[in-house]
């Protein structure tokens, strides 16, 4: 078993940041992927280049924040301010072309930084907009690069376009109900005596006051925790620990 154990959300905020680099620097997590859009994304990008990391991927994103491009270059996903709708609104207003032309923008945003990306993943759930998950398989095409799937279904549509991606996915490790040692046991003990490739999703971090009104998603310091807790206990013993540049083809 191949285990990507991967940190969402990298430069949503200083506290963030610090959790992941921290989870990072324990090996609690294995991987991590940026948002190219926010106020903490240059913290992010420094420490990057500081600690030379290879295992950064592109966590795009339609949903939080400013776009990329100027507001009226993608008008059906911004508000009047270019802020993003809301994810509950991204079916209903998002253009294939505004979703493709701004996914194309975070991509090239964080090329210029000099940096080289794992792969493409996303913030929300781009698979369930048929629209935007075309956009985001065409990119990865394009740019050659794993991407994430969370679905059967999503994945056999990247294998069909020869896309890199796990074999599996785990959206297990989420929500009060699911961060705790026994659930990464249970993903583990499924997959350890086969020679597949699993993702478990994270989004570990520190909450601070700027945190809390960036986000609803306040466990981040229990996924930390118990993900030190199930390292301890040797959980991942059984696993090779690899990021998404370990994929092959």
Known sequence: MKL????????????????????????????????????????AIEFIRKLKLKNVGIHLNLTYGFSVLPANEVSSLVDSTGR????????YYTQYIDAKK?????????LKAGLKPTHLDYHHYFHEVP?????YLELAKEYNLPVRTMTPETRAMAKEMGLVT??????????????NVETLKDIVSKYKNTDKTVE???????????????TN????????????????????????LISFADLKK
């Open 166 to 179: 796990t074999d599996e996915f785990s959206f297990d490790f989420h929500n009060d109900y699911g961060v």
């Open 4 to 43: 990507i154990i991967n940190a969402d959300d990298f430069g949503l905020s200083k506290s963030v940041n610090k959790g992941i680099i921290e989870g990072l620097s324990q090996g609690i997590v294995s991987s991590t992927s940026l948002m190219v859009n926010t106020p903490y994304t240059q913290e």
């Open 217 to 240: 998603y306040l466990i981040r310091e229990k996924e930390i925790e118990v993900l030190k807790q199930a390292k301890q206990q040797g959980v991942f013993d059984d696993c090779s």
């Open 84 to 91: 993003f709708h809301y994810v509950c609104l991204l079916g």
């Open 102 to 110: 701004e996914l194309r923008a975070q991509i090239e945003k964080f």
């Open 200 to 214: 478990i999703l994270t989004h570990i971090g520190y909450i601070d006051e700027y945190t809390q009104n960036q």
């Open 131 to 135: 629209n935007i998950f075309k956009a």
